[in-house]
């Protein structure tokens, strides 16, 4: 992606804002807790609102400022993540388009990005049938922003994975506060709003970044493709064989992409309705690269890279570290 970017902390909210705002499944009423969808509504309010809204990251006992501008105008979407602290960084997305925008930098294009939705009929129908790997509970009324709010727990019934607490507003079902729960119970990372506004039309100004004209037609802005297969597909790639997934993980999407210098780069995202795995595999000839394996963690992502003769395999995911582990000691070449 972004190879800046994927230094910084802003890449891993980005990622979980675009979670949270990508393309809504038809959400299914048997997946309402109590007499409301909650997190189906959250899902479409992301997507389908104009909104400014404020709000903190806290992570690694780090605390960032960050901006989020939402519009929607004859079905187009678009975006504007702004951070507020240090050196300015912005990220645009029109539809699947983002853009990653650094002061004194060109800027980077990622081009027809996809993005999974947590709350999908996968989930949906998993939780009517009784076979989730989340229990959903309402906890009650709470108060953020200045907002009644409405917090739902999202547990995980197994050591795979982590938990989640949302708190949405009750009236139009934004997201106001966001807890990732690790399985030792203590919070990982958490997003708290501390201001929403909603919007009949959103500003064009608002929209853009003073950063987008700073580089036109200079050398140097890069495109990266990262057109995917269909989400139908049911095996990652014919070369490559995940032996091992925690239960309820699906493949969502896989690519791949040549280069003919440092050998293709096979990516694949798997999702079991909420939380998210991708799995890079990088191939290059035997004995090319001096690396060692290494495990990373960054509040609730972990980054595990697991170095072998002629290839390397990176998972990261918002997952326990043993989880990450044994999803890379699981791939296998298929032939």
Not at 40 to 65: A, C
Not at 106 to 128: C, G, H
Not at 228 to 238: H, K, M, R, V
Request: aromatic content about 8%; some cysteine.
């Amino acid at each position: 992606m972004c190879n800046r970017l994927s230094q910084q902390p802003v890449l891993a909210l980005w990622l979980l804002i675009l979670v949270f705002a990508g393309s809504a499944s038809a959400a299914d009423n048997d997946a309402a807790v109590g007499s409301r969808d909650w997190l189906g509504e959250m899902s479409r309010s992301f997507h389908t609102l104009n909104y400014d809204l404020s709000f903190v990251y806290i992570r690694n006992q780090q605390v960032e400022s960050m901006r989020l501008v939402h519009g929607v105008e004859d079905g187009i979407e678009r975006e504007r993540l702004i951070h507020l602290d240090g050196q300015i960084r912005e990220v645009i997305r029109e539809q699947d388009t983002v853009t990653c925008y650094f002061d004194n930098a060109p800027p980077v294009v990622l081009d027809e990005v996809s993005t999974p939705n947590p709350i999908t009929e996968t989930l949906v129908r998993r939780i009517r049938e009784g076979k989730a790997h989340y229990r959903l509970e309402d906890l009650g009324r709470d108060r953020i922003a200045d907002r009644n709010a409405r917090l739902i727990r999202v547990s995980s019934g197994d050591d795979y994975r982590y938990g989640y607490r949302f708190w949405m507003d009750e009236e139009t079902g934004m997201l106001l506060r966001f807890d990732l729960i690790g399985n030792d119970g203590e919070v990982r990372e958490q997003i708290v709003v501390v201001s929403l506004k909603i919007f009949e039309q959103v500003p064009e100004q608002a929209l853009v970044s003073p950063l987008a004209g700073k580089y036109d037609g200079l050398p140097g802005a890069r495109v990266i493709g990262a057109r995917t297969q269909s989400e139908s597909a049911s095996q990652p790639d014919p070369y490559w064989q995940m032996n091992w997934l925690p239960d309820g993980f699906e493949l969502r999407s896989s690519g791949v992409v040549p280069n003919e210098k440092e050998g293709d780069t096979y990516s694949f995202l798997f999702s079991d309705g909420i939380a998210s795995i991708s799995v890079f595999i990088n191939t290059f000839e035997s004995g090319a690269r001096n690396q060692k394996s290494r495990l990373m963690r960054r509040g609730g992502t972990t980054v595990y890279d697991l170095v072998a003769r002629d290839h390397s395999i990176t998972v990261v995911g918002d997952i326990p570290e043993s989880t990450a582990r044994k999803i890379a000691r699981a791939v296998n070449r298929s032939k």
